[in-house]
């Protein structure tokens, strides 16, 4: 089944405009790069997890070496925040290497 508008946007594919288009499209701003911005956010977010994930571990060391109380739970929290920062790095430059 043919939509009549649709043959008839068919029968004139282009309208002259007088190079109308071509200046529009011309004046655009450049294109940005939507993986350079990815790439930008994933490395932030790995910095952040690993900073995250040192600061735990170093604070267990501070505490045992004072004999205080820590939280395992804190540590083990710490190592996730490592792994997650150092996979999503890994990820990152793997992708880096394909690109």
Do not use: K
């Not at 405009?17 to 071509?22: K, L, S, V």
């Not at 395992?72 to 790095?89: E, K, M």
């Amino acid at each position: 089944m043919n939509d009549p508008l649709d043959d008839l946007l068919r029968a004139q594919p282009y309208i002259d405009d007088a190079g109308f288009t071509h200046r529009v499209l011309g004046a655009l701003p450049a294109r940005r790069n939507p993986r350079e911005l990815r790439r930008r956010v994933l490395a932030a977010a790995s910095l952040v997890a690993v900073a995250a994930g040192l600061i735990a571990p170093a604070r267990a060391v501070l505490a045992l070496l004072h004999g205080a109380p820590f939280s395992w739970t804190v540590l083990a929290a710490a190592a996730v925040a490592l792994a997650v920062g150092a996979g999503t790095a890994v990820s990152v430059a793997l992708r880096e290497a394909e690109s």
